[in-house]
Every structure is written in structure tokens, then in C-alpha cells.
């Protein structure tokens, strides 16, 4: 299974982005999909994660400015950042674990994405 992130870029402080991440090969379900950030020097750390029933959380860091959403019937999460912040510079991963369907069987999958690179000018 692949994940396929778009929509990073630059960005001035107080904009918006809307990052997209969408899977593809032969899924056969998708539970958690989730967004990771790395910043330059750092370590990466989950921003949020929605589960396959909608259920959503995220990290104190961006929550009231960034939301998870997610359409099963196109197997793409997405991640809407408001109210940017030069912190929030940094390449944003997607990651979603699940099932696909190889060889006569149902198999698991936990995969990311390429990264895509938010950079947030003050």
C-alpha cells in the first residue's frame, strides 16, 4: 500500500494549508491514519490521528488550529492547518495501517507516506 502526501508549502504566519494524503494498492480497510511532523533537529512527533470510525485526536500543540478529517470512499486523509505558526515549519509524514488483499489473502499494512514540507515565514 502506498500513501501519497501533497499540499505542503510556504506559508506566511496566521495562513492556512490543507494537507492531503491519499492510499492506494488493494486495501481492503483502513483503521487509524495519521499525521507526523518533523522539524528540522528534532525528533518526529504525531500531530493527529482519526480512527475508521471518526474518532479524532491531537496534540496540544496544534489543537484549536488544526483539524483531521478523512473520506474512506477516496482512502484520503486530510489535515487543515489554521493560524500557522513559524513552529509549525517543519515536513509533515502521513501514516495509515490497515489491511489489503495479496495473494488470496487479507494481509496487514502500516505505511507512510513521502512527506511533504510546511514552512511557515513570520
Known amino acids: 500500500v502506498q500513501l501519497q502526501a501533497s499540499g505542503g508549502g510556504l506559508v506566511q504566519a496566521g495562513g492556512s494549508l490543507r494537507l492531503s494524503c491519499a492510499a492506494s494498492?488493494?486495501?481492503?480497510?483502513?483503521?487509524?491514519m495519521k499525521w507526523y511532523r518533523q522539524a528540522p533537529g528534532k525528533q518526529r512527533e504525531l500531530v493527529a490521528l482519526?480512527?475508521?470510525?471518526?474518532?479524532?485526536n491531537l496534540a496540544d500543540s496544534v489543537r484549536g488550529r488544526f483539524t483531521i478529517d478523512r473520506d474512506n470512499a477516496k482512502n484520503t486523509v486530510y489535515l487543515q492547518m489554521n493560524s500557522l505558526k513559524p513552529e509549525d515549519t517543519a515536513v509533515y509524514y502521513c501514516?495509515?495501517?490497515?489491511?489489503?488483499?495479496?495473494?488470496?489473502?487479507?494481509?496487514?499494512?502500516?505505511?507512510w507516506g513521502q512527506g511533504t514540507l510546511v514552512t511557515v515565514s513570520s
Open positions: 482519526i480512527t475508521s470510525a471518526g474518532s479524532t
Open positions: 501514516r495509515a495501517d490497515g489491511r489489503y488483499f495479496r495473494d488470496s489473502y487479507y494481509r496487514p499494512f502500516d505505511s
Open positions: 494498492g488493494s486495501i481492503f480497510s483502513i483503521n487509524t
